[in-house]
């Protein structure tokens, strides 16, 4: 039962251009939404949230947006830097635990920077 | 910066044996959480644990499983009687507060039953 779905498993783009990793999501109860980066052997890094009731959040080069009627997601990195070569986590909350719910992650899409 | 710590960083089990894995949360944090990924799928979510008791669990986290912060400090997972398909990464998380949602996590525990 996938709730949370990246659909792309790998995602190369050139140093200095724009990368936007997407994210979907089925469970309507969700309602915040957060963005991991993960290197090999390590833990998953948080990087970046936002929540239902806003479209966009953004950090430095990192902006996510929701579109909560299309229940989509995206990450934009812009620009695109070799460090952030990983694997990129989507993770949704229900927020309705108060802290108790644990995060349901998408698979993964893994982001290769291109000198 | 405070980090999440957590060890062994590689366990190697028989399958049938009893496993503790072990992790030094964020010290202000107040939730605690276990994930694991089996290699090459999704991280899972198993348990959260907030005021010494378990507040939420996993379809995953069953009888074989129990978790406990036995000395207010370390927060510890254990597997009473390891299977083949335990073998995982084993991620803890904390959690500053209930009005927040940033889990940040610690480096993983590799458990490999054989």
């Known amino acids: 039962d996938q709730q949370v779905k990246q659909n792309s498993p790998s995602l190369s783009v050139q140093e200095g251009r724009i990368s936007i990793l997407n994210c979907d999501y089925t469970?309507?109860?969700?309602?915040?939404f957060l963005w991991y980066k993960k290197y090999p052997a390590e833990g998953p890094t948080f990087l970046i949230s936002?929540?239902?009731?806003?479209d966009k959040n953004e950090d430095g080069r990192f902006t996510v947006f929701l579109n909560k009627s299309a229940k989509h997601l995206s990450l934009h990195i812009v620009p695109s830097q070799p460090g952030d070569s990983a694997v990129y986590f989507c993770?949704?909350?229900?927020?309705?635990?108060?802290?108790?719910?644990?995060?349901?992650f998408g698979k993964g899409t893994h982001l290769i920077i291109q000198p | 910066e405070p980090e999440v710590t957590q060890t062994p960083s590689h366990q190697v089990t028989q399958m049938g044996q009893e496993v503790i894995l072990r992790c030094v949360p964020i010290?202000?944090?107040?939730?605690f959480y276990w994930y694991r990924q089996i290699l090459g799928q999704k991280v899972e979510f198993l348990v959260s644990?907030?005021?010494?008791?378990?507040?939420?669990k996993s379809e995953i986290f069953d009888d074989q499983f129990s978790v406990e912060r036995p000395d207010g400090s370390n927060f510890t997972l254990k597997i009473r009687s390891t299977k083949l398909e335990d073998s995982a990464m084993y991620f803890c998380?904390?959690?500053?507060?209930?009005?927040?949602?940033?889990?940040?996590f610690g480096p993983g525990t590799r458990l490999t039953v054989t």
């Open positions: 469970n309507s109860m969700f309602d915040y």
């Open positions: 998380a904390t959690l500053l507060s209930g009005q927040s949602y940033e889990q940040y």
């Open positions: 010290s202000n944090h107040l939730y």
């Open positions: 936002i929540s239902s009731i806003k």
């Open positions: 993770a949704a909350s229900r927020g309705t635990g108060g802290g108790a719910d644990g995060l349901t």
């Open positions: 644990f907030y005021n010494n008791e378990i507040s939420e």
